[in-house]
Structures are given as structure tokens and as C-alpha cells.
């Protein structure tokens, strides 16, 4: 089990991430060269100064009797890198398949798990799957197959994988894990002229962008059914549009009378180039499990710390 992991963003070492398997939380520390050149990556809870401190966030455990885990004893900068619901069901299956039981990786080897793959531009090294160095074919209704079988919990799946099977296990696990959310998605390449789809957790090819992909037709237990949730997300898209809401391109792709939605991922730029993004929850540790906890006036001052422009807002 891995305890500690650097944390690098755009080739060069952000710091260094070390869990506490007695306290349930993770401690971070950036590195001095990189605290030199500036790069303000958590201004608001993780500042860089010109003393050499480390951060931890006692209070981002999970708390006694709480069936939220949002956080999972880090700080919000890498708690973003997390998957969610889907993530953490396919996380598990990857655990059986090791012989271990559920839930059993720490904070820290989560994002090992995750390494290169995060959503943003921070990186995680050690990395315990493989990255890939060229993208693969995706196969879309292999994936919607697969993911429900993984998630109706109504036989041991991993125990009865098929070898073709098992290559799409291993594929939805690359391609699955890496954004958060309650439903099954993917991070994927796709070329609008020809329909392709290859997977999208490295550079894309020419002619390719990268996109996110939501499943539809999935059937799981806690969810249930996702048949037509592609139309609908769509639709608020198109009404977001008229409203004049700028966001970023989305599109419908239809197969086997299923309809996936996808919008352009705003992360990343051309082939490969990341950006660095943060969520609301991360930037100010606000729980998003803890509905109606707080409001527009929270982010509106949220923006004014940070100095944002009219556009940037």
C-alpha cells in the first residue's frame, strides 16, 4: 500500500503527498524550487509562502455516523483528482481482482491510481496502472454492456470475465476512473468528421478532441436505469444556450437507439495541453454532499478573493 506520492504539474514537481494510516489524513508540502516560480495552484487554502510549511486538513475526515466521504482526509487541491460513485465501483472491482476487499486503498494510492489520468493538469507519480502511450479504439456499446454487468451486483463478476471481457474491464477502468460524478462516464478522443471514438487519457491524434462522455442505457443498482438521461442533459444544454449561458460544445452520440451525451472537455487544449482547474468544493473545502449548505453569495465572494475580471467571472 503506497503512502506518499509526488504531485508534478507541467513537468515540473508541485510537492509531495503523505498519509497517516493512524489519523486518516493526508499531509502536503511543496517543493522550494517550485514554490519560486509562483504558480499559485490553491491560493485560498494552500498558499505558497515563503516559509517552508506543511498543510493538512484534520477536519476534511470523514466524520463518525457521516455516509459522506467527500474529501477522504485530503486537501481539496487533490481531493479533486478523486473519483466519484462510478469511479469508486470500478476501483473496487480492480481491488477484487487483486484479492483485496473493498475499499481498502488509502487517499494516497487512490491517486496513484489515478496518476496521469485526473481531470486538470496535476500528475501523480508513482502510477499503479500503466500509461498508455497511444490511444486505443473505443467501442461504445461494448462499454455500456460491460459497465452494467459491472454494476448490477447480481453475479460475481469478476470471477466469470470472459478474456474479451476482461480487456474491456481493463479499458473502463483507464477511460472510467478518471472523472468524477454519480453516473458511468468516460474520458474519450473523438473525430467529428469520421465518429471515431479512441480512448482520451493521453494526447489525442490528429483530427480527434478531447470530450466527455456520459453512458446512457447503463442500468445500475443505487441509480437505477439511465435510458434517455442523454436526451434530457442535452435539452438543458440547448435551453442553457438560449439563455445565453456560454458552455463549452455538446453533442449527442446516438447508437443502438441509445443517445450519449458529451461535451468538449475544457481542460484540456488541442492535442494534449492541460489546463489546471479546481472546483468550488475544492477551492474553499465547501462539501457538495451537503445540499443547501451554502449559496451564490458564498462563490460571488469567492470571486472577489480571488480578483476575477467581469469575463473571467
Same mark, same amino acid.
Given at each position: 500500500?503506497?503512502?506518499?506520492?509526488?504531485v508534478n504539474i507541467w513537468g515540473k514537481m508541485a510537492g509531495a503527498v503523505a498519509w497517516d494510516e493512524k489519523s486518516e489524513w493526508a499531509s502536503f508540502e511543496y517543493d522550494p524550487a517550485f514554490k519560486r516560480l509562483g504558480w499559485e495552484l490553491s491560493p485560498l487554502k494552500m498558499p505558497l509562502s515563503t516559509e517552508q510549511r506543511i498543510y493538512s486538513f484534520p477536519e476534511l475526515r470523514k466524520e463518525t455516523g457521516s455516509s459522506f466521504d467527500t474529501f477522504k482526509g485530503l486537501p481539496g487541491l487533490l481531493a479533486d483528482m478523486l473519483p466519484d460513485r462510478y469511479g469508486n465501483e470500478l476501483?473496487?472491482?480492480?481491488?477484487?481482482?487483486?484479492?483485496?476487499?473493498?475499499?481498502?486503498?488509502?487517499?494516497?494510492?487512490?491517486? %496513484?491510481?489515478?496518476?496521469?489520468?485526473?481531470?486538470?493538469?496535476?500528475?501523480?507519480?508513482?502510477?499503479?496502472?500503466?500509461?498508455?502511450?497511444?490511444?486505443? =479504439?473505443?467501442?461504445?456499446?461494448?462499454?455500456?454492456?460491460?459497465?452494467?454487468?459491472?454494476?448490477?451486483?447480481?453475479?460475481?463478476?469478476?470471477?466469470?470475465?470472459? =478474456?474479451?471481457?476482461?480487456? $474491456?474491464?481493463?479499458?473502463?477502468?483507464?477511460?472510467?476512473?478518471?472523472?468524477?460524478?454519480?453516473?458511468?462516464?468516460?474520458?474519450? $478522443?473523438?473525430?467529428?468528421?469520421?465518429?471515431?471514438?479512441? =480512448?482520451?487519457?493521453?494526447?489525442?491524434?490528429?483530427?480527434?478532441?478531447?470530450?466527455?462522455?456520459?453512458?446512457?442505457?447503463?442500468?445500475?443498482?443505487?441509480?437505477?436505469?439511465?435510458?434517455?438521461?442523454?436526451?434530457?442533459?442535452?435539452?438543458?444544454?440547448?435551453?442553457?444556450?438560449?439563455?445565453?449561458?456560454?458552455?463549452?460544445? %455538446?453533442?449527442?452520440?446516438?447508437?443502438?437507439?441509445?443517445?450519449?451525451?458529451?461535451?468538449?472537455?475544457?481542460?484540456?487544449?488541442?492535442?494534449?495541453?492541460?489546463?489546471?482547474?479546481?472546483?468550488?468544493?475544492?477551492?474553499?473545502?465547501?462539501?457538495?454532499?451537503?445540499?443547501?449548505?451554502?449559496?451564490?453569495?458564498?462563490?460571488?465572494?469567492?470571486?472577489?478573493?480571488?480578483?476575477?475580471?467581469?469575463?473571467?467571472?
Amino acid at each position: 500500500m503506497m503512502n506518499t506520492a509526488i504531485v508534478n504539474i507541467w513537468g515540473k514537481m508541485a510537492g509531495a503527498v503523505a498519509w497517516d494510516e493512524k489519523s486518516e489524513w493526508a499531509s502536503f508540502e511543496y517543493d522550494p524550487a517550485f514554490k519560486r516560480l509562483g504558480w499559485e495552484l490553491s491560493p485560498l487554502k494552500m498558499p505558497l509562502s515563503t516559509e517552508q510549511r506543511i498543510y493538512s486538513f484534520p477536519e476534511l475526515r470523514k466524520e463518525t455516523g457521516s455516509s459522506f466521504d467527500t474529501f477522504k482526509g485530503l486537501p481539496g487541491l487533490l481531493a479533486d483528482m478523486l473519483p466519484d460513485r462510478y469511479g469508486n465501483e470500478l476501483i473496487n472491482l480492480w481491488l477484487a481482482q487483486q484479492g483485496r476487499p473493498e475499499n481498502s486503498m488509502n487517499s494516497v494510492e487512490m491517486l %496513484c491510481f489515478i496518476g496521469k489520468r485526473g481531470m486538470g493538469a496535476l500528475e501523480i507519480e508513482p502510477a499503479i496502472l500503466k500509461q498508455n502511450v497511444n490511444t486505443f =479504439s473505443v467501442e461504445i456499446d461494448s462499454l455500456v454492456e460491460i459497465a452494467s454487468k459491472m454494476l448490477s451486483k447480481k453475479e460475481p463478476f469478476v470471477a466469470n470475465l470472459k =478474456s474479451d471481457e476482461e480487456k $474491456a474491464m481493463r479499458e473502463i477502468l483507464k477511460i472510467g476512473t478518471s472523472a468524477g460524478g454519480a453516473r458511468p462516464k468516460a474520458v474519450i $478522443a473523438y473525430n467529428e468528421k469520421t465518429g471515431e471514438v479512441r =480512448s482520451g487519457q493521453t494526447r489525442a491524434p490528429e483530427g480527434f478532441k478531447h470530450w466527455l462522455l456520459k453512458l446512457d442505457g447503463v442500468s445500475e443498482v443505487q441509480l437505477g436505469a439511465t435510458h434517455g438521461y442523454g436526451r434530457v442533459e442535452y435539452a438543458y444544454y440547448l435551453m442553457a444556450l438560449d439563455c445565453g449561458i456560454e458552455m463549452m460544445p %455538446c453533442r449527442l452520440l446516438e447508437e443502438n437507439g441509445r443517445a450519449h451525451f458529451m461535451t468538449r472537455r475544457f481542460d484540456r487544449e488541442g492535442s494534449y495541453t492541460k489546463h489546471h482547474i479546481q472546483t468550488f468544493c475544492a477551492m474553499k473545502h465547501f462539501d457538495y454532499n451537503r445540499v443547501n449548505s451554502y449559496s451564490y453569495e458564498q462563490l460571488f465572494q469567492t470571486m472577489r478573493e480571488l480578483k476575477l475580471t467581469y469575463a473571467e467571472a
